[in-house]
């Protein structure tokens, strides 16, 4: 019996049912806003989980905004900056749905993005 969630295919894909599902990350970089680009690998609206690869370019900048969902970043390569600090390799980050923040770059960064809803999300830890 095959395995259909063992395929080879690049791009994005819906939370499995059960089991474990793999997407090879590849392909085009595509552009969301300027100086931002992504590779999208999990799109779940059903499920509010949204999760992506985004490269900022040097000297990136995303005035202020907010997500109308609980949003996580890790840092892979580079930095980045908001409202509140500098972060660097290694550094994770989560901001509950509706923060108002800045996004910024002077070198650049490549993260890890995780959307989720609220339902979906950790408990915030008192």
Request: net charge negative; no cysteine; proline share 6%.
């Amino acid at each position: 019996m095959s395995d259909p969630f063992a395929s080879n295919t690049r791009g994005m894909m819906p939370l499995p049912e059960s089991g474990t599902a793999r997407v090879r990350a590849g392909g085009e970089w595509r552009q969301s806003v300027p100086g931002f680009l992504e590779i999208p690998l999990l799109d779940d609206r059903q499920n509010g989980l949204r999760t992506m690869l985004m490269k900022m370019e040097p000297g990136a900048y995303s005035p202020t905004h907010s997500h109308d969902q609980v949003e996580q970043i890790f840092v892979l390569e580079g930095e980045f900056y908001d409202d509140d600090t500098h972060y660097g390799v290694g550094d994770y980050l989560v901001r509950p749905a509706g923060t108002l923040h800045i996004a910024g770059t002077r070198e650049g960064a490549t993260v890890l993005v995780v959307y989720a809803s609220s339902s979906n999300a950790v408990e915030r830890v008192a």
